[in-house]
């Protein structure tokens, strides 16, 4: 006898979605299934057909093969019309199948302690400008978990070993019957695991792990920035039934420098300068974090007149080039004048004559000359 059409069978159209076709099988095995229709043989029958057209469908590989060649495109034996009894699926299997995505259960759900992965860590990592920007090395000591090496991370005391969760028998997943619905959840006996410790290791108490300060050596490159991270893979907590360790995530943190700020690849500082400097010009020494450099200051330099000095900033970690050092220069007014000196400034301060020494003040008070005759009514 010919077979009927897999979508015909499960009342679905060609274009149907995989959610729709699994929401379709639900209803068919819900009515048909030979658990709610015993000595039923047509319900089994419709159940196989059911079964395997939902098999056919779900595998994207043979619904292509079958949209394009029909029966003769699928194995027939391959989509598992299977039967139901000794070799086919019972009714709970049935739906771990279909909804374990849902119920997280399933059959790849059971069987075996499972390996954890161990936490990552987090260590703060302080440096001085030069460190982040030279490069450094420097020891750190972080509390983390290790493997007991009483136990070798087994939690069983030495000379035994855990054994098999009698609740859930080694699948570290048990059975929970309601109505027609099987629903899978974790081991409340071994919390997963799939065995118990009987008789704990004394050193770890049966955890497997214990806490240990390491003591590691970080490598700082050259260049980086405050807020930047290097991460030492495997150095975080160790993992629990043979899983890795986590990573430890260094997260620098670079202190306020009394001189120099830091914008990028460019660092900046302000440099103070006498009056008769800014006047006169002159030469003045500038701290670099490569040593001293010379900066030449014109005559009649301003108050916060930014001068560049190339190359005199950071590479960055990420590479590229090397940035400059930007310095703003401050015209420092004396303090603690001696009389003679204030009769001197009085002296200099009457010999200005006009506004061509101080053109600036002279703008501005045209400005505000000219604001106050525009408020008259």
């Not at 209803?27 to 319900?43: C, E, F, I, S």
């Not at 009894?85 to 739906?95: E, L, Q």
């Amino acid at each position: 006898m010919s077979k009927r059409d897999y979508y015909e069978v499960l009342g679905v159209a060609k274009n149907a979605t995989e959610a729709e076709i699994k929401k379709a099988f639900k209803r068919l095995a819900m009515k048909y299934h030979p658990d709610r229709n015993p000595d039923d043989k047509a319900a089994e029958e419709k159940f196989k057909e059911a079964k395997e057209a939902y098999e056919i469908l779900t595998d994207a590989q043979k619904r292509a093969a079958y949209d394009q060649f029909g029966h003769a495109g699928v194995d027939p034996t391959a989509g598992g019309g299977g039967g139901y009894g000794p070799g086919g699926a019972s009714f709970s299997d049935i739906f771990g199948d279909v909804f374990g995505d849902i119920f997280g259960g399933g059959a790849g759900a059971r069987g075996g302690s499972r390996a954890y992965r161990g936490s990552d860590l987090r260590y703060n990592l302080e440096l001085s400008l030069e460190e982040a920007v030279l490069g450094t090395t420097v020891k750190i000591r972080v509390p983390t978990l290790v493997e007991c090496d009483e136990c070798n991370g087994s939690g069983a005391k030495k000379g035994t070993s855990a054994q098999t969760c009698p609740t859930c028998h080694g699948h570290g997943q048990v059975r929970m019957q309601q109505g027609f619905f099987s629903l899978q959840q974790t081991c409340p006996r071994c919390h997963g695991s799939g065995k118990i410790i009987t008789d704990p290791c004394g050193k770890c108490h049966g955890q497997g792990r214990i806490q240990e300060q390491k003591t590691l050596s970080v490598k700082v490159p050259a260049g980086v920035d405050d807020g930047d991270r290097i991460r030492l893979s495997g150095e975080g907590e160790a993992g629990l039934h043979g899983g890795p360790a986590g990573d430890l995530y260094v997260q620098i943190h670079v202190r306020e420098h009394p001189i120099f700020t830091r914008d990028e690849n460019n660092l900046a500082c302000e440099v103070p300068i006498s009056f008769a400097t800014a006047a006169l010009g002159g030469e003045l020494d500038v701290p670099t974090l490569g040593g001293r450099v010379k900066l030449k200051i014109p005559p009649e330099t301003q108050s916060g007149k930014l001068f560049r000095l190339r190359g005199k900033g950071v590479r960055s970690v990420r590479g590229g080039e090397v940035g400059d050092l930007i310095c703003r220069v401050v015209v420092e007014t004396p303090v603690n004048l001696t009389s003679k000196q204030k009769e001197l400034l009085q002296q200099f301060e009457a010999s200005l004559n006009g506004d061509k020494h101080s053109p600036k003040a002279s703008s501005w008070l045209d400005g505000v000359k000219k604001f106050f005759e525009d408020m008259r009514p």
